[in-house]
């Protein structure tokens, strides 16, 4: 048996998420299970598992309505998996983060001691750059060497596919975090469809198992399955309430 304790879900933070490089990996459903939440199961597209690399733009950003200083307009990159909570006829999608990368401490303090989230600390940097009909997306982050992941794209958008790909990836609204074996955090993420940029190539130079563990090191020779440049929009994230198995 399994306890959702209800709050008031007001609005913990509200922002926009711009350019968002999303690179999409195949992975062993085994090597997630560890990092699965209690009471979610890995979420798979067309039977497929999926770990994906996204940098972007945290752009004007409130927490709790108020602009904090040098929190405003930052990168983040993060490794994420896929998962529902719920039965198989009423679910919801959500992300667990393996690993979230911002540059401000204060950042990382909050979310990892209060939302016991995975947020590390590093110097990052970003570029977009028109020319000609390209679009250049770029984020980088410093651990020991400088990683970067980098996208060349048309400069029109187009719209999401419904049953897609595109749209699987997109299009997760909640978050869950393995407090413990017996407790889960959700929260929840509202945004609207986003629209996609074509993807003509990509770099993406990282050392995943620096980065992210030894678990993941093998991404460091894997292709990607699928690479997305979505444009983002506003978002909200919900002040969120715990899953715990009942005693």
Known sequence: MKENNKINKRTFLDAQWRKLVMINYVVDPEILKPYVPY??????????????????????????????????NFEEINLRFYVRHGDENDY??????????????ALTFVANTL?????????????????????????????????????????????IAPNSEEEFITE???????ISDSVTSEYEVAHPRWQIYP????????????????????????????VYLAEGSKIIVKQGSKIRREK
Request: hydrophobic content about 35%; proline content about 4%; charged content about 30%.
């Open 172 to 178: 997760h609204f909640w978050g869950y975090t393995k």
């Open 199 to 226: 993807i003509k190539r990509y770099e993406v130079n990282v050392d995943f198992a620096k980065v992210y563990g030894t678990d993941f090191g093998f991404l460091q020779d894997a292709k990607p399955v699928s």
């Open 39 to 72: 009471d979610t199961r890995l979420d798979l597209w067309e039977g497929t598992c999926y770990v994906s690399l996204i940098g972007f733009m945290f752009v004007d950003t409130k927490m709790l309505g108020m602009k904090i200083p040098f929190h405003i």
């Open 92 to 105: 919801k999608r959500g992300v667990v983060f393996i690993k979230e990368i911002v540059p401000q401490p």
């Open 115 to 159: 939302y016991k989230e995975h947020y590390e600390t590093l110097p990052t940097k970003h570029s977009w750059e028109e020319e000609g009909d390209d679009l250049i997306v770029e984020y980088s982050w410093k651990k020991d060497e400088w990683n970067t992941i980098k996208v060349v794209s048309d400069k029109t958008s187009v719209a």
